[in-house]
């Protein structure tokens, strides 16, 4: 399917790196592991970039700039919550920029404290991309449709693929 391009319930391939475009810092890639492989269209990937690889075909390269609102979201200051030092282990060393994950009626919640003190400690849920303006570039390695499996469980499968959970 050397014609096939990027489209809904596709599974593409891609080697990817992204940069902060400001400093051109890089803070991911793919280009010294393998590949990542996903489904499109099933909400595995942050909207843009699953936006910016489409209509795409093996072989071509794209690049694109993502805004937060289609990246990781803005900051919001509500998820900034207080939380009383008592609720932390007492011996557990806190230090700022620490990352914990709460468990919050079974559901893991990151978070990262930005500020404590002997009574409080400062919590921030925001993810630790939030309100960055992300730009990637990407190669298109493979491309395939989805197999009815993957389309019923909303994820790539196969040795390219995510590690199957169940
Ligand atoms: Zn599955």
């Known amino acids: 399917m050397s014609d096939a391009t990027v489209s ?6 891609v ?3 992204g940069t902060f475009p400001d400093d051109g810092e890089v803070f991911d890639t793919s280009r010294d592991k393998e590949p990542m492989t996903f489904l499109i269209g099933h909400k595995n990937m942050i909207p ?6 489409m209509g795409a075909s093996v072989g071509d390269e794209v690049e694109f700039t993502l805004e937060p609102s289609d990246a990781y979201g ?3 200051e509500g998820r900034v919550v207080s939380t009383p030092r008592e609720q932390f282990p007492a011996e ?8 914990l994950v709460a468990d919050i009626g079974g559901h893991p919640q990151p978070f990262t404290i930005v500020g404590f003190s002997d009574i409080e400690v400062k919590c921030d849920f925001n993810h630790p991309m939030a309100g960055k303006t992300l730009h ?10 989805a197999t009815e499996d993957e389309l019923a469980h909303g994820h ?11």
């Not at 040795?159 to 199957?164: A, K, S």
């Open 136 to 145: 990637f570039q990407v190669d298109i390695v493979d491309l395939r449709e």
């Open 48 to 53: 843009g970039f699953e936006a910016g690889v």
């Open 156 to 166: 790539a499968h196969g040795p390219d693929g995510h590690h199957h959970h169940d």
């Open 8 to 13: 809904e319930n596709t599974v593409v391939t």
């Open 15 to 17: 080697h990817y790196t």
């Open 74 to 76: 803005d900051v919001e």
């Open 92 to 99: 557990m060393p806190l230090e700022l920029g620490l990352q």
